[in-house]
């Protein structure tokens, strides 16, 4: 099976940030001051070099797209030069719609001397006509929902899961289930009083295998790269869970225990407190996103009421740890049933204190981490198959 090669959207550019200056672009909140100015500098932050060797390229075939060190967007990614479609790249200019008149001689001065985009200098992009990046509305409302489910709490775990919203049962039972079907073209937020189906948080054996495959990829590319810019690590671990207990309200308790020796790794007991679900038209997964409790409890002393058996692979980076785990489970109440098995993949936030910490002190950073670990999800969306037919 050839490697699997993921389809980036574009790969952040390896910056250089003058002392004392932050890496992270300032959002805008609603009681922002548009007349305040930035506490960065153009000249170090915004510095363009046509003529540095630090600009790289994207690799794919065929493909024209440019990243150069030092460019920023209005998003916080690197700049880019899209591939003009039938246009030789050296004799691409300006765009030849007319300037107006008050501007002819400034845009004059500025690309007669320059009609190449080798030699020319391009301006740096400032994220809106204030000079300040509105914050993302996606991120904003994600992060709003952990903060108000999160806050108070300890122990708290904040997951997100792929896998498929399902629409709500027929009354008349005329019609099976099936996943939802929203109109949009992009990635929903699903309120929470909409009427849904159960959340189904298994893939096929085939599509754990490309997931696999991608994530195995990722971790041997970045082991050239510097231990402080996104090495991805990776671990395994083989568990036996074994749950006590009827759940609701108060969850179930889990001892996890090391398949090879035995020994107790955990015990805890897992309570859900809040669910946001994400719909992904277009793509083979949904996702959720969850806010849980962990905590740690004493050895119970009665019978499990079910055990399952966990291989996970574990690939670690920056703020998150995206879990590949195929699970086999059996009911003890009926040792003759047959077991299930089943595939999961599940994304981790690594430091939760940490991540509250910050939503509570409304700083950048809270919309940073946030941020590294939505895209997380929505690449491994992106570079998903769909389940053989």
């Given at each position: 099976m050839?490697?699997?090669?993921p389809?980036?959207?574009?790969?952040?550019?390896?910056?250089?940030?003058?002392p004392?200056?932050s890496?992270?672009?300032?959002?805008?909140?609603?009681?922002?001051d548009?007349?305040?100015?930035?506490?960065?500098?153009?000249?170090?932050?915004?510095?363009?070099?046509?003529?540095?060797g630090?600009?790289y390229?994207?690799?794919?075939?065929g493909?024209?797209?440019?990243?150069r060190?030092?460019?920023?967007?209005?998003n916080?990614?690197?700049?880019?030069?899209?591939?003009?479609?039938?246009?030789?790249?050296?004799?691409?200019g300006?765009?030849?719609k007319r300037?107006?008149?008050?501007?002819?001689?400034?845009?004059?001065?500025?690309?007669e001397?320059?009609?190449?985009?080798?030699?020319?200098?391009?301006?740096?992009?400032?994220?809106s006509?204030?000079?300040?990046?509105?914050?993302?509305?996606f991120?904003?409302?994600?992060?709003?929902?952990?903060?108000a489910?999160?806050?108070?709490?300890s122990?708290?775990?904040?997951?997100?899961?792929?896998g498929?919203?399902?629409?709500?049962p027929?009354p008349?039972?005329?019609?099976?289930p099936?996943?939802?079907?929203?109109?949009?073209?992009s990635?929903?937020?699903?309120?929470?009083?909409?009427?849904?189906?159960?959340?189904?948080?298994?893939?096929?054996p085939?599509?754990?295998?490309?997931f696999?495959?991608?994530?195995?990829?990722?971790?041997?590319?970045?082991?050239?790269?510097?231990?402080?810019?996104g090495?991805v690590?990776?671990?395994?671990?083989?568990?036996?869970?074994?749950?006590?207990?009827?759940?609701?309200r108060?969850?179930?308790?889990?001892?996890?225990?090391?398949?090879?020796?035995?020994?107790?790794?955990?015990?805890?007991?897992?309570?859900r407190?809040?669910?946001?679900?994400?719909?992904?038209?277009?793509?083979?997964?949904?996702?959720?996103?969850?806010?849980?409790?962990?905590?740690?409890?004493?050895m119970?002393?009665?019978?499990?009421?079910?055990?399952?058996?966990?291989d996970?692979?574990?690939?670690?980076?920056?703020?998150?740890?995206?879990?590949?785990?195929?699970?086999?489970?059996?009911d003890?109440?009926?040792?003759?049933?047959?077991?299930?098995s089943?595939?999961?993949?599940?994304?981790?936030?690594?430091?939760?204190?940490?991540?509250?910490?910050?939503?509570?002190?409304?700083s950048d950073r809270?919309?940073?981490?946030?941020?590294?670990?939505?895209?997380t999800?929505?690449?491994l969306?992106?570079?998903?198959?769909?389940?053989?037919v």
């Open positions: 050839p490697p699997y090669i389809h980036h959207d574009r790969s952040p550019p390896h910056r250089q940030f003058p004392g200056q890496p992270t672009p300032r959002y805008a909140s609603p009681d922002s548009p007349t305040i100015p930035h506490n960065w500098t153009r000249e170090g932050l915004f510095r363009m070099s046509s003529d540095s630090d600009g390229e994207d690799q794919r075939p493909s024209s797209l440019s990243l060190s030092g460019a920023v967007n209005g916080g990614n690197g700049s880019y030069v899209p591939r003009q479609r039938g246009v030789v790249e050296e004799e691409a300006p765009s030849k300037p107006r008149q008050e501007e002819e001689g400034h845009y004059n001065q500025q690309y001397q320059a009609p190449t985009h080798q030699t020319r200098q391009v301006m740096p992009l400032t994220g006509i204030f000079n300040i990046l509105p914050r993302n509305p991120t904003s409302v994600v992060g709003d929902f952990i903060m489910s999160a806050s108070g709490l122990d708290v775990e904040i997951e997100i899961k792929l498929t919203i399902m629409s709500a027929d008349t039972g005329s019609q099976p099936r996943r939802i079907r929203m109109p949009t073209q990635e929903m937020i699903m309120p929470p009083d909409y009427p849904l189906g159960p959340f189904h948080s298994t893939m096929h085939h599509q754990y295998r490309v696999n495959n991608l994530l195995n990829s990722a971790t041997q590319t970045s082991i050239t790269l510097p231990p402080h810019a090495r690590h990776f671990s395994r671990s083989k568990l036996t869970d074994s749950f006590h207990g009827n759940g609701g108060s969850g179930k308790l889990r001892v996890s225990r090391d398949r090879e020796t035995g020994e107790v790794v955990h015990v805890v007991r897992k309570r407190v809040a669910d946001m679900n994400v719909f992904c038209p277009g793509s083979p997964f949904d996702w959720r996103i969850s806010v849980n409790v962990e905590e740690p409890c004493e119970p002393t009665g019978p499990p009421t079910m055990t399952r058996d966990k996970r692979a574990c690939y670690r980076h920056q703020v998150c740890q995206v879990d590949l785990t195929h699970v086999k489970s059996g003890t109440n009926h040792p003759s049933s047959k077991p299930t089943s595939f999961e993949l599940e994304i981790e936030v690594l430091d939760v204190p940490t991540l509250l910490q910050e939503g509570a002190a409304g809270f919309d940073e981490i946030l941020q590294n670990v939505l895209d999800a929505r690449m969306v992106k570079n998903a198959e769909p389940a053989p």
